[in-house]
């Protein structure tokens, strides 16, 4: 009884109910079965001795089963030992995200299957796969394109479209789905790309007033939402810093004056809401970086994506948006005290995500109930430029995103920080078995 509750405790992120028996089954047959009345994602499961029995309402729900399952068992030889329990479980919210950056540090494509392996392991299910921006590179290589491929001076490393279709299948078939981003107009490897559409002809910011910007831009996105079959797809619009040289430029000047426009803040919400508009009239859901809102002309079809600030999600659903937080930043210190992989340049301790901030984070917080349902959720952000090798990266992931699976998978009230640290103690143990560079807990 004792090691059954162990393993059953053990199960992370916590399930919504279980139920512990007395006693093993070895070797159990498995039947999985559909029962519509489960939540989209969730699943029941039984082991006695009369098997494993699985149902739930889709595919992603009898894989879910599974992964429990695969965290239940005990392995000895061939043979496999489950306790008995009953579990009812489903996820809290339906976006649970982890950014992956190949731009700033490129990790190639077996880094990005092992990333989403561990992932679908912990119940992930959105990978924001950060190809293209970041000072206006790009390590995606697009065939009808060839100026598209912007790598950092000195690099050659790539993705081809084969290796996305690869890596967007190998997702699928582990219930994530990747979602796909053209950062603008800031960070944006477009100017680069296509200096002709720039205000200055040469490369400086896109030209918001010239309407070749916009076919160009079309163009692009048709070849990447090819790419990447998400509904959501990314389109930037943070830190646009150099707006105002939008103020120099006769087009966009132009523009500006027919249309009203008060200032470039307007504009770029003008510009970002066509591009949203030209997504949805391809069946496409646009997403885009919370500054956005700091304008009041965005295109009600826009989706927001958190970053600055724990409060941003009121301000986007109240005005109609639905919203994802991405705010655990993992390339932020974690609080380990004289922590190898920490970037030495870091100074600002109040930017710290430790383990704990990490468990606590909660996309909904604040939100009135009436708006919940436009939060879809949460992600935690791998921005790689002061993560430079593939042990850095695991050992800023790793347990810190057990945390963020927890905090996105498992019912708020159903949170327990004592709880989660000692199964945590075991999940440190198998990952650092499967080869990761996990950190300690920190504390
Ligand atoms: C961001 O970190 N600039 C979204
Ligand atoms: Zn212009």
């Known amino acids: 009884m004792l090691l059954c509750i162990a393993l059953a405790l053990s199960v992370l992120p916590a399930p919504r109910q279980f139920v512990c028996r007395d006693g093993f089954v070895r070797n159990p047959s498995v039947t999985v079965s559909r029962d519509a009345t489960l939540p989209a994602e969730g699943y029941r499961l039984e082991v006695s001795s009369n098997g494993v029995e699985i149902a739930a309402a889709d595919d992603a729900g009898a894989f879910y089963a599974v992964q429990t399952l695969k965290q239940l068992g005990a392995r000895e030889g061939s043979g496999l030992t489950l306790p008995v329990v009953e579990i009812e479980d489903a996820p809290r919210f339906g976006w649970r995200g982890v950014l992956h950056d190949d731009v700033n540090n490129f990790f190639g494509k077996e880094a990005v299957k092992r990333l989403i392996d561990l992932m679908a392991a912990y119940k992930f299910n959105r990978l924001m796969w950060h190809l293209t921006g970041s000072k206006g590179y790009s390590v995606l290589a697009l065939g ?87 509904e959501y797809f990314h389109i930037g619009g943070d830190e646009f810093f150099t707006r ?121 917080a604040g939100v009135p109930k009436a708006a919940l349902g436009r939060i879809l959720g949460g992600q935690c952000a791998n921005w790689s430029g002061t993560t430079e090798t593939a042990e850095a990266l695991d050992w800023k992931m790793w347990p810190r995103q057990c945390a963020v699976a927890e905090a996105l998978w498992t019912d708020a009230g159903r949170k327990d920080w004592g709880d989660f640290l000692r199964r945590l103690k075991t999940h440190v143990e198998r990952l650092r078995s499967q080869g990761v560079n996990c950190a300690p807990l920190g504390l």
């Open 244 to 364: 105002d040289t939008w103020k120099k430029c006769p087009k966009c000047r132009a523009l500006m004056e027919r249309e009203g426009l008060k200032d470039t803040k307007e504009l770029q919400n003008r510009f970002q809401s066509r591009i949203f508009d030209y997504l949805a009239s391809k069946g496409r859901k646009g997403i885009g970086w919370d500054e956005l809102l700091d304008a009041t002309n965005l295109t009600s079809s826009a989706a927001v994506m958190g970053w600055r600030s724990d409060e941003v999600n009121r301000k986007a659903v109240a005005r109609g948006h639905a919203c994802v937080m991405c705010r655990p930043y993992l390339d932020y210190p974690q609080g380990i005290p004289g922590d190898p992989y920490e970037y030495p340049k870091w100074s600002y301790a109040y930017a710290r995500w430790t383990l704990e901030r990490c468990y606590a984070f909660d996309p909904a």
């Open 144 to 230: 009808k394109y060839p100026t598209f491929f912007v790598p950092k001076p000195g690099r050659s490393s790539r993705y081809t479209e084969e290796d996305v279709r690869e890596v967007v299948a190998y997702a699928r078939a582990r219930h994530v789905e990747v979602v796909g981003e053209l950062e603008m107009p800031a960070h944006s490897p477009l100017p680069k790309a296509f200096p002709e559409i720039t205000c200055d002809g040469k490369g400086g910011s896109l030209c918001a007033g010239n309407e070749e910007t916009y076919r160009v831009i079309e163009g692009v996105l048709d070849e990447l939402i090819r790419l990447f079959p998400f």
